[in-house]
């Protein structure tokens, strides 16, 4: 479909993209504003930024979403590449396993939030870090085996056969060949496990206790109050900080050749 | 035997997942649902479901949801056709998705300043002579922001379909004496059916349960089936009701991906 786009096209795309950009830069550009509310730009400061970053509040909870989404997309990205290489060599209840390694990733966020909420509460686990920890893992686990599968399934199957006649081991079979060969893949589903958890919210307000809150609970909770510039401020941090994984994201996909989504929740 | 048991050594912590995070909270609403807020076995729930409060609710959120979806596909499908129509088109795709990558709070709270009394939308209204209204807390501003939430979500899988779609088949058309309307209805559309079917399910069972873009932009206006459980769950501790909605949402969700057929999101 390759073809030429006529100025009519290109005014239309680029309305989309205003469209798309200016609510961002009207949060961005009102975090400058002393006035302390989004009408009427008064004059230009820094004091929100500096609020910011002074409330050590704010940063334990940022500190604590890092956290949770770098241990989250690690336990998940181990567990889903092994759960990935189970199942690629299934042969018979293959399609059934997929199907339900699927469940999760078309699940409504609120279903999971609230049966994860009824699965805490049963288990006796105290909701706060541990409950939160345990539910991103568990959303993360198939979008890892989604990015993984296709990396075996294009592996050579002679590979692993030539590297058995020439006498590897089964371990050296998975840590020589096996694992060298996906691990694009292995990172692509890191960087999804992790984007998914720093995204998510639905899913950690309901199994998140009273003491316990992430970035994305925290700015729901202070948007629910109304207007505070502290949130423009922090929104322009994350913006600058979402074009950075953006490329890096962008890297990765160039290199590991995959097809990725811009997939969130 | 042995080469088996390594096999499913390691499948182990993944098996683990299945039961507990997949199978497990399934059964535990459908278990939930048949209790009432005493903690009573009983069918209560689903009598109350089919009541006119609940029943009006479902309706209104599927309308919701149904005007969402096709608003986000007029949108979504030239846009998409466009973009594959330009030079780079990784790169303009690209800057389509940059902001569904950011925090989808953000992006409802700024429409919280924007639709305000004095904000951006009034100021424009005012200037084209129309006067300023109450936006914010409306279902206009709810569809609004929902839409503009999930343009890029529809516009990812379309594209994909647009893209993959074979120039030859157009020239075919276009060489037995076919209009650029017939070939658009017969060739290009039904072709990227299964892309538009995706974007239709990745954007209608969302629009069915998110709840905080209703609490932030629509007060209490729109109330949809995810806001019920999120009430239900989080501020009258009714979960057995919380329970029943949900397991009507994951029939919903079932149904429409058994219509839309299965597909992994992005695809």
Not at chain 1, 187 to 210: E, I, K, P
Request: glycine residues 8%.
């Amino acid at each position: 479909m390759q073809g030429k786009a006529s100025p009519a096209a290109k005014i239309f795309l680029m309305t989309i993209i205003f469209i798309l950009y200016a609510p961002i830069f009207y949060l961005v550009f009102y975090s400058f504003n002393s006035g302390g509310s989004m009408s009427g730009f008064e004059g230009f400061t820094l004091d929100w930024y500096r609020e910011l970053l002074g409330d050590t509040r704010l940063l334990i909870i940022v500190l604590n979403t890092l956290v949770i989404a770098l241990l989250s997309a690690l336990f998940a990205t181990m567990i889903g590449t092994f759960g990935a290489i189970g199942i690629h060599a299934l042969k018979r209840s293959k399609n059934s396993i997929l199907g339900l390694n699927s469940v999760l990733i078309v699940s409504p966020d609120v279903i999971i939030g609230a049966s994860f909420l009824i699965l805490f509460t049963i288990a006796g686990i105290r909701l706060g870090f541990y409950s939160v920890l345990l539910s991103h893992i568990a959303f993360s686990i198939p979008i890892v085996v989604l990015m993984v599968l296709p990396k075996l399934a294009e592996m050579n199957p002679s590979l692993i056969d030539a590297a058995k006649d020439l006498g590897a081991s089964r371990w050296h079979v998975f840590t020589k060949v096996i694992f060298p060969y996906i691990t694009p893949g292995i990172f692509a589903g890191f960087f999804m496990a992790l984007t998914y958890s720093l995204d998510d919210f639905a899913v950690t307000f309901f199994v998140t206790g009273n003491g316990f809150s992430t970035l994305s609970v925290e700015i729901y909770s202070m948007a629910r109050q109304g207007i505070s510039l502290h949130i423009n401020a922090l929104s322009t941090i994350l913006f600058l900080f979402t074009i950075l994984l953006v490329g890096i994201y962008y890297v990765i996909s160039q290199r590991s050749g995959l097809k990725l989504g811009g997939f969130r929740r | 035997m042995g080469n088996k048991f390594m096999r499913n050594v390691y499948m182990v912590p993944y098996m683990v997942w299945v039961l507990l995070f997949v199978i497990a909270p399934i059964l535990l609403v459908l278990y939930y649902s048949f209790f009432d807020i005493h903690g009573n076995f009983s069918f209560i729930n689903y009598e109350r479901f089919f009541t006119p409060v609940y029943l009006k609710l479902t309706l209104s959120s599927f309308w919701y949801a149904f005007l969402i979806t096709f608003i986000s596909l007029l949108v979504a499908y030239p846009t998409a056709y466009l973009l594959t129509k330009t030079k780079h088109k990784r790169l303009w795709l690209l800057l389509i998705i940059v902001p569904s990558w950011v925090n989808l709070l953000l992006k409802a709270y700024a429409f919280i300043g924007i639709f305000g009394a004095y904000g951006a939308a009034n100021n424009f209204l005012e200037w084209i002579g129309i006067g300023s209204r109450q936006l914010l807390f409306t279902d206009f501003s709810f569809v609004f922001v929902t839409v503009y939430i999930f343009i890029p979500f529809m516009i990812l899988p379309i594209f994909n379909a647009l893209n993959s779609l074979n120039p030859a088949l157009l020239d075919a058309a276009n060489d037995l004496g076919a209009s650029k309307s017939t070939t658009f209805r017969r060739v290009i559309f039904p072709l990227t059916l299964d892309g538009v079917k995706t974007g239709c399910q990745v954007v209608f069972i969302p629009a069915l349960s998110l709840f905080m873009i209703t609490r932030l932009i629509a007060g209490n206006r729109v109330i949809t089936l995810g806001t019920a459980i999120e009430q239900h769950f989080l501020v009258t501790q009714d979960w057995g009701m919380g329970s029943t909605i949900a397991v009507f949402l994951i029939l919903i969700m079932f149904l429409i991906i058994w219509l839309t057929g299965f597909r992994k999101r992005g695809a």
